[in-house]
């Protein structure tokens, strides 16, 4: 393979001139003399065999050519800087990947702004999302496979984690569900008559099988399908209240009128993973950026 006849900088120059509108102006913006930059455009373009620019007035425009080749080095030159700011970032000590696991009830408004907020802070760092049910965290905890956890805990490990939120569930139905036909408030008798409507994963599911009557709980394994089987009638439930709020406004579903209870928490945690070694300042921003958006951001 033969050694490409053009460099990057000099690409890299012909953008500056285009984007800045004229040579003096890129040689201002490169920190160049504008000899120097006339120089580098005029090798790229006897190399090329191609003139790529000319002058319109007193501004420095692309000739056709010169448009269809820029387009195509633009993503390398893109590319190229997001290189040279990764090795900047790996010889400050910044992570290239984080695994984050979270619970699945976790507000996605604020958690998607914190990972918005993150990735501008740390854009050469991915992240990789893996979303859990309750029933789920113990059995994550225990491998400690990720970077950083945002879940339920055992009462008895509660000092392990940072407390982060409480998610509010209420009990729901859908508006034309039998259930509201009842007299008010419903007891605990009048809803055992109906399908109970939960979220668990398979073997949660298959535990609960061997426990009780198949009429008595459905159980599904997102929060997004618990919610559509409601919303048909196919039970009632308590679901996050801040993934049902729109369903209520628009009367898709119905808050139910309980006798006692109308709202159950579940606390949230924030835990780092086992490995002390890799609680570098990567992972203790994206904690940071987190805690600081659920803050923020009233619920």
């Known amino acids: 393979m033969a050694l490409p006849k053009t460099t990057l900088e000099q690409w890299f120059v012909l953008l500056t001139v285009i984007e800045q509108g004229g040579y003096a102006q890129a040689a201002t913006q490169l920190h160049r003399s504008q000899s120097s930059v006339s120089y580098a455009l005029s090798s790229l373009q006897e ?31 893109a590319a190229f800087t997001q290189l040279e700011q990764r090795a900047i970032g790996l010889k400050g000590g910044t992570r290239t990947q984080l695994h984050l696991v979270v619970d699945s009830v976790f507000p996605k408004r604020q958690l998607f702004a914190a990972l918005r907020a993150f990735q501008q802070q740390f854009p050469q760092t991915q992240v990789h999302l893996t979303e859990i049910l ?40 859908s508006c034309d569900h039998p259930l509201l036909l009842l007299p008010v408030p419903l007891s605990a008798t009048d809803l055992a008559r109906f399908p109970l409507i939960t979220i668990a994963d398979r073997d949660a599911q298959r535990q609960e099988k061997r426990r009780l009557d198949p009429a008595a709980s459905w159980t599904f394994t997102t929060v997004e399908a618990a919610i559509d089987a409601i919303s048909v009638g196919v039970g009632y439930g308590w679901m996050p209240l801040e993934r049902v709020k729109r369903a209520l406004e628009n009367g898709a579903l119905c808050r139910l009128p309980l006798a006692s209870g109308t709202v159950r928490q579940t606390p949230l945690y924030l835990t780092l993973g086992a490995d002390p070694d890799a609680h570098d300042h990567t992972v203790t921003a994206l904690a940071q950026i987190v805690t600081q958006e659920i803050a923020a951001t009233p619920l």
Request: glycine share 6%; hydrophobic share 45%; charged share 20%.
């Open 47 to 77: 190399r090329l065999g191609l003139p790529l620019l000319e002058i319109v007035g007193r501004r420095a425009v692309l000739t056709e050519q010169g448009q269809a080749l820029l387009a195509q080095a633009r993503p390398l030159i």
């Open 134 to 173: 309750r029933t789920e965290s113990a059995h994550q905890l225990s491998e400690r496979a990720a970077d950083l956890y945002i879940t339920t805990l055992a009462p008895e490990n509660t000092l392990n984690g940072r407390w982060l939120l409480d998610v509010d569930f209420i009990p729901v139905v």
